[in-house]
């Protein structure tokens, strides 16, 4: 379903994009503008077990930007809320295959007290906000509780932020390739962290002898959210499952 190609927030065409929701290429990236109202960020690495050290890498418009750090569980927990010294940075064109190499703006020893789980990260600055995520692992093995395998591989084959994934992307020699290499060291794309809010999900399958769609890639492009928000992400399938298991307890 082709859809005007005016494109919402930070979200920019790929250099083949036809403008339409499903075969389409457009992704979100840090803009290039120093005015401009952002922030973003990432960690190191994905998850960590309690007593690493976690470090934090941001670029923003602003001198200083609002943290928040809060496990998403059943009851949210914020167990940090702070602020740290922010500066603009360019990102590189291919950030997405070889990280955004933004400065380091914050770094702390995960205390053993917090609970294992997905901790999510607020950034926020004056005209925008951004959401990053990483895995607390628990302090040790526990044979009596049931240990959660989340499908991080997946979550970086379908990240989009910054133009390139395993599925479309701008390597190869005229720019509009898919990548087999991504990195880490960038933004989980937007929906990926927390599910937007109206959004569908993917159905089952369409009815008998019509025409496929494909409403979760239409809502995306008409929002301003990355078409993969459904196919992956703690948001769409970890989340949900993790969140029924803690309130059985």
């Known amino acids: 379903m082709s859809l005007p190609n005016k494109l919402k927030g930070f979200f920019t065409a790929g250099p083949y994009d036809d403008g339409d929701a499903v075969t389409g290429h457009y992704y979100e990236v840090a803009s290039t503008e120093p005015a401009r ?3 973003w960020g990432y960690t190191d690495k994905i998850s960590y077990a309690p007593g690493e050290i976690l470090r934090l890498h941001a670029m923003s418009s602003a001198a200083q930007a609002k943290v928040e750090i809060v496990r998403d569980g ?3 927990e914020t167990v940090l809320s702070s602020s740290v010294p922010t500066q603009f940075a360019l990102t590189p064109p291919d950030c997405s295959v ?4 933004w400065p380091e703006v914050e770094s702390m020893v995960l205390p053993e007290t917090w609970q294992s789980g997905v901790y999510i990260v607020t950034l926020t600055v004056p005209g925008h906000q951004s959401q990053h995520m990483f895995v607390l692992r628990a302090a040790r093995p526990d044979p009596g509780r049931i240990a959660m395998i989340l499908a ?3 979550w970086c084959a379908y990240n989009d932020w910054g133009g390139s994934n395993h599925y479309q992307g701008l390597t190869g020699p005229q720019g509009g390739d898919f990548s087999p290499h991504v990195s880490v060291h960038r933004p989980w794309a937007k929906g990926f ?6 959004a569908p999900r993917i159905p089952h399958a369409s009815p008998l002898l019509s025409r496929p769609r494909y409403p979760h890639m239409e809502f995306a492009r008409a929002k301003g959210i990355s078409k993969k928000y ?3 992400g703690w948001a769409a399938f970890e989340r949900p499952f993790a969140l029924w298991c803690e309130a059985q307890g």
């Open 98 to 101: 070889t990280g955004c190499g």
């Open 230 to 232: 459904a196919s992956s």
């Open 193 to 198: 962290v927390r599910w937007p809010e109206d």
């Open 37 to 39: 109202p952002q922030v």
């Open 74 to 76: 059943v009851v949210p």
């Open 152 to 154: 991080t591989g997946t």
